[in-house]
């Protein structure tokens, strides 16, 4: 009687196994539609690393700045991750003997606002050294890049205010003997200007600068340049007609000029016209006279050689 019973009871089952193997099939190709949906990966890089650490202490060094960081989950997850949403924050509450701790990243310090889950990062360790907190007041330099036109001059920065408080480590305080603005270009500036630009904080470690801007002045002036002119000739200056008979020597001189370097670059010795007056001179008489050079506005005579020219006046 009792295998009697099992006997039947194995039939039905036996009637069933095309029943559980449709469900185990089916079971298995809904777990692999989900699995798509959820096993996408996707990494983000660069995202920032903030450290909170205990008051009156700073950092001073970070073994790296950002960390590349691997997601998996679905389409709808990961194409809601954002570099500017994401940033790791790691607490440090407890400070070892010599100030320097090794952190294992993990998702515990992502703070991520989507349902993607982190599964690696890269690099997946970082190293911090702490130190106190001091503070300095530092002497500011004003960095620069370029350069003005040719001609132009930089003649002086004036920088508001001159210093500013700076908060940091100890250690990194300590080597400082000044601390620098954002590099204001100077290219193409052609006159005196005055902007407003932040101070240059190092990325490396935590520094703040109280104020965090200044002012800066730029005053430019022309730069002034030398030249010499040689072989020019030199006319002479009638008051009558015909003209009277002038021998003079030399008939050429040289020519010194100074002024603003972008004029001077511009003359031309042919566009020099000098010359002697010889107006009011009697006959059968001799002279020296100077010479006289028209020449452009911002432009001065330095000297010629020579210096006078000798006239001859003989009928």
């Avoid at 039939?11 to 959820?38: P, V």
């Avoid at 407890?94 to 294992?104: M, V």
């Avoid at 100077?290 to 010629?304: A, E, H, R, Y």
């Amino acid at each position: 009687m009792k295998n009697k019973h099992l006997s039947k009871r194995w039939k039905k089952l036996s009637n069933q196994r095309w029943l559980f193997l449709l469900c185990f099939i089916l079971g298995f190709l809904s777990w692999q539609a989900i699995r798509r949906n959820i096993s996408h990966e996707m990494t983000i890089s660069d995202i920032q690393i903030e450290i909170n650490i205990p008051k009156n202490w700073a950092v001073w060094e970070k073994s790296i700045q950002t960390v590349n960081v691997e997601f998996r989950g679905s389409w709808e997850d990961l194409r809601y991750l954002n570099k500017e949403q994401l940033r790791m924050v790691i607490p440090v509450k407890e400070l070892t003997a010599n100030n320097q701790i090794k952190i294992k990243l993990s998702d515990a310090y992502l703070k991520n606002p989507t349902r993607a889950k982190a599964i690696s990062f890269s690099p997946a360790e970082m190293i911090i050294k702490l130190d106190q907190k001091h503070e300095r007041f530092l002497p500011v330099k004003v960095a620069v890049k370029g350069a003005p036109p040719s001609g132009i001059e930089l003649d002086k920065i004036i920088c508001s205010p001159a210093t500013v408080k700076v908060i940091g480590a100890r250690h990194i305080l300590a080597g400082m003997e000044n601390i620098y603005t954002e590099p204001i270009p100077l290219k193409g500036r052609q006159r005196s200007f005055k902007t407003s630009v932040p101070i240059a904080l190092p990325e490396a470690t935590r520094i703040a600068a109280s104020p965090d801007w200044v002012s800066v002045d730029f005053f430019f002036v022309q730069r002034n340049a030398t030249k010499q002119f040689k072989n020019i000739p030199v006319k002479i200056l009638y008051s009558s007609a015909p003209p009277k008979p002038f021998l003079i020597h030399p008939k050429t001189i040289s020519v010194t000029l100074k002024g603003e370097q972008q004029r001077i670059e511009k003359i031309l010795p042919e566009n020099l016209f000098a010359y002697i007056d010889c107006s009011d001179l009697s006959e059968n008489s001799e002279y020296d006279l100077s010479v006289n050079i028209n020449l452009p506005p911002g432009v001065v005579l330095v000297k010629t050689t020579p210096n006078v020219i000798h006239v001859t006046n003989k009928k």
